[in-house]
């Protein structure tokens, strides 16, 4: 059974970094375009980064343009997302997502574009 995994989240305060892990069961992430989203109270889920199965092509939100960093480790069957200079505004449960698809160079950026999904890990920034 295909399942996706994430932890890493927690509390933290502002200014500070966590590092969130994807770990994929049932399936090789080699050839899935990966994405993370997260869902703050009241709002809609949203990108925050996403990569293609080639890994040559990444998204970032401009709102974590130059804080975050996504990556994956095919050995481990794993991507991460770390995130640098949190902000109270990245608050949000976070969730990995993963897409099947022929082009390796695909970059998916909607929520409706992705198969899998994670069951999401909370990240609070808060002093």
């Not at 059974?1 to 989240?9: A, I, K, T």
Request: hydrophobic content about 30%; proline content about 4%; overall charge negative.
């Amino acid at each position: 059974q295909e399942q996706l995994v994430e932890s890493g989240g927690g509390l933290v305060q502002p200014g500070g970094s966590l590092r969130l892990s994807c770990a994929a069961s049932g399936f090789t992430l080699d050839y899935y375009a990966i994405g993370w989203f997260r869902q703050a109270p009241g709002k809609e889920r949203e990108a925050v980064s996403c990569i293609s199965s080639d890994d040559d092509h990444t998204y970032y939100a401009d709102s974590v343009k130059g804080r975050f960093t996504i990556s994956r480790d095919n050995a481990k069957n794993t991507v991460y997302l770390q995130m640098n200079s949190l902000k109270p505004e990245d608050t949000a449960v976070y969730y990995c997502a993963a897409h099947l698809s022929p082009w390796s160079h695909y970059l998916p950026t909607k929520r409706l574009d992705y198969d899998y999904w994670g069951q999401g890990t909370q990240v609070t920034v808060s002093s």
